[in-house]
């Protein structure tokens, strides 16, 4: 497989089919033949062994490894990435259709397959056009509240790829479709805070300069969804908020980084001079960003637990964080391995970058003092 583009999330899951059905097939077995930790019961062994990282416990006994993958063990974090394959390309309409979706399972350190969404209406997305030689058409998706969610992207004729979104959840292992948008758009602002996901700005179906702001609570998505792959909850709908001044959020998909109540985003990727505003989710008001926050945003950001953010200087390979207090950016680790930068994602104390020409996907742990580097490899062919 040939990739065209990677788009990388970090999400809880993950309970692998394979892993799924082997634990569903020992369950009995494990349970009434073998204890956790002999002379325990197993419900006080899983309290003393979820202590433990599962790490250390794939690598010991089969029963340990087998208790990883079970629903009572703590979830662990998975990356997730979308990627294009130029292998089925219509030459004809530049469409690709082969969309496929994997994760990185860091326990066992391998790549795994996720199921295809469902192909009622076919998912086809433009991703070369030759007006666009130099640059890939994207695909925009958050994380939220433990699901993937796939929000923007272009079909033919440049029209939005997607009426309403879709969404895969790890724990079921299924996709389903959210509710139909007011307006579909592709190239806007997308992100999510709190368990709300939010659209703003774009290109429309006709053409047209979309302003207004979209959000959608998945707060309880987890709770009551999920009964079958392609479900729609009734009740789901898109509310309509407050919408931008211009169109000057609207040249390309921008990720609005959820902070602290707020989304901020800015026009422009990369060293370029670019324009920064914050939108305020309780009080659907937009105001201009810090000056220091704009001038040092010079690559692609995320946010630790929506309270601190990173930014990766593509151009000079370091990794940044932001000190709201003194409105500048703090310098955490320089790396040659992070220019050229083209994605990043935050959780659980890591920072992933996802690096241009091949380098792979580049782990930050900014807990520990120096900062730790290491490289996960990206599936084949990318």
Same mark, same amino acid.
């Given at each position: 497989?040939?990739?065209?583009?990677?788009?990388?999330?970090?999400?809880?899951?993950?309970?692998?089919?394979?892993?799924?059905? %082997?634990?569903?097939?020992? $369950?009995?077995? $494990?349970?009434?033949?073998?204890?956790?930790?002999?002379?325990?019961?197993?419900?006080?062994?899983?309290?003393?062994?979820?202590?433990?990282? @599962?790490?250390?416990?794939?690598?010991?006994? $089969? &029963?340990?490894?087998?208790?990883?993958?079970?629903?009572? !063990?703590?979830?662990?974090?998975?990356?997730?990435?979308?990627?294009?394959?130029?292998?089925?390309?219509?030459?004809? &309409?530049?469409?690709?259709?082969?969309?496929? !979706? &994997?994760?990185? #399972?860091?326990?066992?350190?391998?790549?795994?397959?996720?199921?295809?969404?469902?192909?009622? @209406?076919?998912?086809?997305?433009?991703?070369?056009?030759?007006?666009?030689?130099?640059?890939?058409?994207?695909?925009?998706?958050?994380?939220?509240?433990?699901?993937?969610?796939?929000?923007?992207?272009?079909?033919?004729?440049?029209?939005?790829?997607?009426?309403?979104?879709?969404?895969?959840?790890?724990?079921?292992?299924?996709?389903?479709?959210?509710?139909? !948008?007011?307006?579909?758009?592709?190239?806007?602002?997308?992100?999510?805070?709190?368990?709300?996901?939010?659209?703003?700005?774009?290109?429309?179906?006709?053409?047209?300069?979309?302003?207004?702001?979209?959000?959608?609570?998945?707060?309880?998505?987890?709770?009551?969804?999920?009964?079958?792959?392609?479900?729609?909850?009734?009740?789901?709908?898109?509310?309509?908020?407050?919408?931008? %001044?211009?169109?000057?959020?609207?040249? #390309?998909?921008?990720?609005?980084?959820?902070?602290?109540?707020?989304?901020?985003?800015?026009?422009?990727?990369?060293?370029?001079? %670019?324009?920064?505003?914050?939108?305020?989710?309780?009080?659907?008001?937009?105001?201009?960003?810090?000056?220091?926050?704009?001038?040092?945003?010079?690559?692609?950001?995320?946010?630790?637990? #929506?309270?601190?953010?990173?930014?990766?200087?593509?151009?000079?390979?370091?990794?940044?964080?932001?000190?709201?207090?003194?409105?500048?950016?703090? #310098?955490?680790?320089?790396?040659?391995?992070?220019?050229?930068?083209?994605?990043?994602?935050?959780?659980?104390?890591?920072?992933?970058?996802?690096?241009?020409?091949?380098?792979?996907?580049?782990?930050?742990?900014?807990?520990?003092?120096?900062?730790?580097?290491?490289?996960?490899?990206?599936?084949?062919?990318?």
């Amino acid at each position: 497989m040939s990739s065209a583009k990677v788009e990388l999330e970090i999400l809880h899951p993950t309970t692998t089919a394979a892993a799924a059905s %082997k634990c569903q097939k020992l $369950h009995h077995y $494990h349970y009434n033949n073998q204890s956790l930790l002999p002379g325990l019961p197993d419900d006080i062994a899983q309290v003393c062994l979820s202590l433990v990282h @599962p790490s250390v416990l794939y690598s010991v006994c $089969h &029963s340990w490894r087998r208790l990883i993958y079970s629903p009572s !063990f703590p979830p662990f974090l998975s990356i997730y990435t979308l990627l294009l394959s130029t292998k089925s390309v219509d030459q004809a &309409s530049n469409h690709s259709r082969s969309v496929e !979706f &994997s994760c990185f #399972e860091p326990i066992s350190c391998k790549w795994l397959s996720l199921p295809q969404p469902p192909q009622e @209406p076919p998912l086809q997305f433009l991703v070369h056009h030759p007006s666009f030689i130099s640059r890939l058409l994207p695909i925009q998706s958050v994380s939220v509240s433990g699901n993937l969610v796939l929000l923007s992207a272009t079909a033919d004729n440049f029209l939005p790829a997607l009426s309403r979104p879709l969404i895969f959840n790890p724990l079921s292992r299924r996709w389903t479709y959210g509710p139909p !948008f007011a307006a579909p758009r592709r190239w806007c602002a997308a992100g999510a805070s709190r368990g709300v996901v939010y659209v703003a700005s774009g290109i429309g179906s006709h053409y047209k300069l979309v302003r207004s702001v979209e959000k959608w609570d998945l707060k309880n998505i987890n709770d009551y969804n999920f009964r079958s792959p392609l479900g729609i909850e009734r009740t789901w709908k898109w509310e309509i908020m407050g919408g931008l %001044k211009d169109g000057k959020f609207s040249r #390309e998909a921008i990720d609005a980084i959820g902070w602290r109540g707020k989304l901020c985003m800015v026009n422009v990727k990369g060293d370029a001079a %670019k324009e920064g505003i914050i939108y305020n989710v309780k009080t659907d008001a937009w105001a201009e960003m810090p000056e220091g926050m704009l001038v040092g945003w010079r690559g692609p950001a995320a946010a630790m637990n #929506e309270e601190t953010i990173y930014v990766v200087d593509e151009t000079k390979g370091v990794l940044r964080e932001y000190d709201s207090d003194r409105d500048t950016w703090v #310098e955490i680790v320089v790396d040659d391995r992070l220019k050229g930068a083209q994605q990043t994602a935050a959780a659980g104390g890591k920072v992933c970058v996802l690096c241009g020409n091949g380098g792979g996907i580049v782990v930050v742990d900014v807990v520990v003092r120096p900062p730790k580097l290491w490289v996960v490899n990206t599936p084949a062919g990318v």
